[in-house]
């Protein structure tokens, strides 16, 4: 069971932009630091964001991520076909003194 | 190149046991903190146990599976583990062996390939 949650789906044509929102808590988006992470069917996930707002080298900028308050956000701008996947939220909650990640968040590229 | 393979994975029945093993090349394992994360076939990612790196070796584990679950590492064998004992039917799941990002909380940067874990009678 999920202590994030997120958008469920989201979707745009290519060159739109996209947002995903992650809500939360104190406990853990409100106080501890939020990564983001893409997965492609029969893949393993990586990394897109840490830090809130992070970009890890080779993830492109037209992937940001925010936080306000106890919501963080992923963004993508100008839309391509190849972010057509699924997304992940994280952060540490202290109350369960565990890592915990979102429900995920299906992006479709019409 | 950093490079993170599962073994140890397959069926097993409800109550049995399973150690599942992660080798690491391709960077200083020492200095890595290490995780266990699991997926569930078709569902969402849940972080599952934690070992700290060559100054403490702490490790913390979920929730639901604290007392059943044990996460170790030998870091001359470059490898990580995990017990499994006790398991359950919603234990059944591909489980990722994934390493922190280096000097920052709550991000993994590399993720193995995963093994799979089917709890079945």
């Known amino acids: 069971q999920s202590v994030l949650t997120q958008t469920p789906s989201s979707s745009g044509t290519p060159g739109q932009r996209v947002t995903i929102s992650c809500s939360g808590t104190?406990?853990?988006?409100?106080?501890?630091?939020v990564s983001w992470y893409q997965q492609f069917p029969g893949a393993a996930p990586k990394l897109l964001i840490h830090?809130?707002?992070q970009r890890p080298s080779g993830v492109p900028d037209r992937i940001s991520g925010s936080k306000s308050g106890t919501s963080a956000y992923l963004a993508i701008s100008g839309l391509q076909s190849e972010d057509e996947a699924d997304y992940y939220c994280?952060?540490?909650?202290?109350?369960?003194?565990?890592?915990?990640f979102g429900t995920g968040s299906k992006v479709t590229v019409l | 190149e950093v490079q993170l393979v599962e073994s140890g994975g397959g069926l097993v029945q409800p109550g049995g046991s399973l150690r599942l093993s992660c080798v690491a090349s391709g960077f200083t394992f020492s200095n890595y903190e290490m995780n266990w994360v699991r997926q569930a076939p078709g569902k969402g990612l849940e972080w599952v146990a934690h070992v700290s790196g060559n100054r403490n070796n702490l490790d913390y584990h979920a929730d639901s599976v604290r007392g059943r679950f044990t996460i170790s590492r030998d870091n001359s064998k470059n490898s990580v583990f995990l017990q499994m004992n006790s398991l359950r039917v919603e234990d059944t799941a591909f489980y990722y062996c994934?390493?922190?990002?280096?000097?920052?909380?709550?991000?993994?940067?590399?993720w193995g390939r995963g093994t799979l874990v089917t709890v079945s009678s």
């Open positions: 830090s809130d707002d």
């Open positions: 104190t406990a853990n988006i409100g106080s501890q630091p």
């Open positions: 994934v390493r922190d990002l280096l000097f920052v909380g709550n991000a993994w940067d590399y």
């Open positions: 994280s952060s540490w909650d202290e109350s369960l003194s565990g890592h915990v």
